[in-house]
């Protein structure tokens, strides 16, 4: 599935693509996420994603229009093999759990170490813990999360992918914080083609996901297999 808000956005005015993963065990809401985030809208009836998704967003970051590419994938261990395709190019992740599963919180750290051993080391991650609107049914203290978050330098949000509540906020957080680290790319690539060296500068228009469509074409056909 491919869905835009484009926000009236022309897509010759586009000055960055930003892939962004999101990770998490099966059913703690984040195609819900994605759905509020991308379209405003919530489904009663969703079912597990099947393989690989993705859906964009375009907005304005620092008077630069930014379109968001976050990609979604089934959370059951029989979809990993699309591991090494799925984090390629990825700028940024959004790792979630259910504050009603402690089980989907517990299985956190295995996620970042699939993170740190397979996506770029300048990956900027969120940790959301979702469905805080079911506050009575809580298996997750914020603290908890609040104190993993700070031991490995990740930002946290609680969000609520039914009221929306903090889910815009978790995504601009990490899209802001991506622009930043492009942007120091930036400084970085400059400094080095006045010393005569040549960067690649992952997020700009025209060189993020140069090879998008076969890209694309290779999570399809790997979110397909019965791996």
Not at 46 to 52: E, L, Q, W
């Amino acid at each position: 599935m491919n869905s835009e808000m484009n926000g009236g956005y022309d897509d010759q005015k586009i000055d960055y693509v930003y892939k962004v993963v999101v990770i998490g065990d099966s059913a703690v809401g984040k195609t819900q996420m994605l759905s509020r985030f991308t379209r405003n809208e919530f489904y009663f009836d969703s079912k597990s994603t099947i393989g690989v998704e993705f859906q964009t967003r375009t907005l304005s970051i620092q008077t630069k229009v930014v379109k968001a590419q976050i990609w979604d994938t089934a959370g059951q261990e029989r979809y990993r093999a699309v591991t090494s395709a799925y984090y390629r190019g990825a700028l940024g992740a959004m790792l979630v759990y259910d504050i009603t599963k402690r089980q989907s919180f517990d299985h956190v750290a295995r996620w970042v170490e699939e993170l740190r051993a397979h996506a770029d080391k300048t990956i900027v991650i969120a940790l959301i813990g979702n469905k805080a609107d079911l506050e009575d049914k809580r298996a997750v203290p914020s603290e908890d999360a609040v104190e993993f978050a700070e031991n490995q330098g990740l930002y946290f949000f609680e969000t609520s992918a039914l009221t929306g509540d903090n889910v815009e906020a978790a995504f601009f957080k990490l899209l802001e914080e991506i622009y930043s680290v492009v942007s120091k790319k930036a400084l970085d690539q400059d400094a080095n083609k006045s010393n005569g060296d040549s960067l690649t500068l992952k997020g700009l228009k025209i060189d993020v996901n140069g090879s998008q469509d076969m890209e694309i074409s290779e999570m399809k056909k790997l979110s397909s297999c019965s791996c």
